[in-house]
């Protein structure tokens, strides 16, 4: 089956550069975007310049937020995180490179610098103006009192998550080292994305093109699985459950 290739192909590295998605988070309560019910089938995306422009949009943007605490919040390691933690532990994982904002690599056993954010981290706030970071339970108070999302005490800027919206400009430093990763690597897993938000969907195809070998693990087909050497559309838990070492 694809998931005793997939041990050979693990066995065989040197370097395996997971790249991850939201489907590594959905069976730890935490809804995707694309698939039915997920975030983009309920909400409209709120753009980075409508961010800037309304406070309208930033309310909403918070409210939305707020909303989602109590998921975030209770959300646990799955078998996809913690099948990555243990191959990372055994040395063959160096960083993962990730589009998901719910710090459950981290939670998982990652060293933060070893987990590369390219759309940030929503268990914090930032300001866009002079960065200074919030913690969330700040954020809340000051919208409660005020019953508007606040701004920047230094820079009186406007306080959002720490993600990277639409619209909003992708975080140098990271762009770089998943380049180098990609590069890197003789393995790479894309687990949980449907490969379509660029240009973090670029990293896969940088990866085969440097001579890795490319795995997909989708439950339902995505954009690039024509380039893949091996696609595993299955349950990621599943699929990476016999993973999950000590
Ligand atoms: P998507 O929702 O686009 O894709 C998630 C994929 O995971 C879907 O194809 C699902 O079929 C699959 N999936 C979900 N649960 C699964 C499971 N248990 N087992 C196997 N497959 C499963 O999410 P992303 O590709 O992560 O960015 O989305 C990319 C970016 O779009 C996000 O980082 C976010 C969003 O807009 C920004 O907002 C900038
Ligand atoms: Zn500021």
Not at 164 to 188: H, K, N, V, W, Y
Request: net charge negative; aromatic share 8%.
């Amino acid at each position: 089956s694809g998931v005793e290739q997939l041990g050979d192909m693990i066995a065989e590295a040197k370097t395996i550069v997971p790249f991850t998605g939201a489907g590594i988070s959905t069976e730890c309560g935490i809804p995707d975007f694309r698939s039915p019910g997920g975030i983009w089938t309920r909400y409209r995306p709120i753009e980075f310049g409508e961010f800037v422009a309304s406070q309208e949009a930033r309310d909403e943007s918070w409210r939305r937020r707020f909303a989602m605490e109590e998921v975030f919040a209770a959300a646990r390691p799955g078998r996809g995180h913690r099948a990555l933690a243990s191959l990372y532990r055994a040395g063959k994982i160096p960083a993962v490179i990730t589009q998901n904002i719910d710090n459950l690599h981290q939670a998982s056993g990652f060293a933060a610098e070893h987990v590369i954010e390219l759309h940030g981290n929503t268990t914090y706030a930032k300001c866009i103006g002079c960065g200074q970071s919030y913690p969330l339970d700040w954020v809340k108070q000051r919208f409660d009192q005020d019953g508007a999302a606040p701004n920047c005490t230094t820079c009186d800027e406007p306080v959002k998550t720490a993600t990277i919206s639409f619209g909003q400009m992708m975080p140098e430093d990271e762009m770089q080292r998943a380049t180098l990763l990609s590069q890197a690597c003789d393995l790479f897993i894309a687990i949980g994305s449907s490969l379509v938000v660029w240009p973090a969907a670029g990293f896969p195809m940088m990866a085969k093109n440097n001579g890795a070998r490319l795995v997909i693990i989708n439950r339902e087909p995505t954009d690039q699985d024509d380039i893949a050497d091996l696609v595993i559309r299955h349950d990621i838990g599943e699929a990476l459950g016999p993973f999950v070492g000590n």
